[in-house]
């Protein structure tokens, strides 16, 4: 079993930067995939972007390629989400979340362990 635990979130201004980090505590983390979605009141949960276990292989939503970019660092079991320029339609509780097979991939059906999420509002 794999707990995740998000932080990072805020409050920023447009164009500003935040870093998200998930701290994975409990076995096999490093076997994971690792995505990133996010969820904005009254809307369903989306993705955001996904790394491959090995970190080889990285997904990204249209909305935010090349403004986001996900890393980890399985030695210290941390998952990242670098978000830049950042919009006020980025404004959403964002969670991680792994993927048993290693793989990164787009839905969220597709993982099995999820963090409580982290705020992030950006002002216009």
């Known amino acids: 079993q794999v707990q995740l635990v998000e932080s990072g979130g805020g409050l920023v201004q447009a164009g500003g930067s935040l870093r998200l980090s998930c701290a994975a505590s409990?076995?096999?983390?490093?076997?994971?995939?690792m995505g990133w979605f996010r969820q904005a009141p009254g809307k369903e949960r989306e993705f955001v972007a996904a790394?491959?276990?090995?970190?080889?292989?990285?997904l990204y939503a249209d909305s935010v390629k090349g403004r986001f970019t996900i890393s980890r660092d399985n030695a210290k079991n941390m998952g990242y989400l670098q978000m830049n320029s950042l919009q006020p339609e980025d404004s959403a509780v964002y969670y991680c979340?792994?993927?048993?097979?290693?793989?990164?991939?787009?839905?969220?059906?597709?993982?099995?362990?999820w963090g409580q999420g982290t705020q992030v509002t950006v002002s216009s």
């Open positions: 790394i491959s276990m090995s970190g080889a292989n990285t």
């Open positions: 979340a792994t993927e048993p097979r290693g793989w990164a991939m787009r839905r969220t059906t597709d993982y099995h362990y």
């Open positions: 409990g076995r096999g983390f490093s076997t994971y995939g």
